[in-house]
């Protein structure tokens, strides 16, 4: 069993730029994969970017360019640094981790059986 704590959220105005922490607890860190989602008011969460345990990363294309997905097993800790963030990044930010190693559920929440609280971010002028 992991555990997992996100922080680093908050507002900001559009371009600038937040760096989200996911810091786990328990078990065997690095054989999870770890994959961070969003959720906006009133939509569905959904896939923002992915690191699996032998370091290959994955992101989707609304945030391709503009945030980078890091992890350092050492610190048990995946990162999330947004750049550029614009308006529509606003949402609640959740990390999730999972063993499943099927490279083609990286993207889907229902194969990620661990999740942290969350943290918000909002960007707005």
């Known amino acids: 069993q992991v555990q997992l704590l996100e922080s680093g959220g908050g507002s900001v105005l559009p371009g600038d730029s937040l760096k989200l922490s996911c810091t786990a607890s328990g078990e065997s860190f690095r054989e999870y994969r770890v994959g961070w989602f969003r959720q906006a008011p009133g939509k569905e969460r959904e896939f923002v970017s992915a690191?699996?345990?032998?370091?290959?990363?994955y992101y989707s294309d609304s945030i391709k360019g503009r945030f980078i997905i890091s992890r350092d097993n050492a610190k048990t800790t995946v990162y999330l640094q947004m750049n550029n963030l614009k308006p529509e990044d606003t949402a609640y930010y959740y990390c999730?981790?999972?063993?499943?190693?099927?490279?083609?559920?990286?993207?889907?929440?229902?194969?990620?059986?661990?999740w942290g609280q969350g943290t918000q971010v909002t960007v707005s002028s």
């Open positions: 690191i699996r345990r032998t370091g290959q990363i």
């Open positions: 999730a981790a999972s063993r499943t190693g099927i490279l083609s559920t990286i993207r889907d929440s229902q194969y990620y059986a661990h």
